[in-house]
């Protein structure tokens, strides 16, 4: 299936946590999803991070530079209106995590 052992455990304990109630007031995925963690909620969507990749893909048209930079894709991201404010920083942490996520 393409899961690590431990992404197995986790589902199997959450399973075993819910084991005395029945199927017909909790589904399988329910039993299955993954817990809400604290922290701030996703800013984001994943339509934005393709368009953000997307726009990774693309040379440069504007600037005579040989690749993308933090602070180049991060003002190219706002000025195209993908996001309203993004840090350079974040936005190679985006394309780092898109694309090794793809390899």
Request: charged content about 25%; glycine content about 6%; some cysteine.
């Amino acid at each position: 299936m393409g899961v690590s052992v431990d992404t197995v455990r986790s589902w199997r304990g959450r399973w075993i946590n819910f084991q005395a109630v029945p199927l017909s007031e909790l589904t399988v995925s329910e039993r299955l999803e993954d817990v809400s963690r604290p922290g701030k909620p996703l800013q984001i969507t994943a339509e934005q991070r393709c368009q953000i990749v997307a726009l990774a893909c693309e040379q440069p048209r504007e600037r005579p530079i040989s690749h993308w930079t933090g602070p180049e894709i991060a003002n190219d991201i706002m000025r195209r209106g993908i996001v309203e404010q993004i840090s350079p920083r974040h936005a190679a942490r985006l394309l780092k995590k898109g694309i090794s996520n793809r390899i």
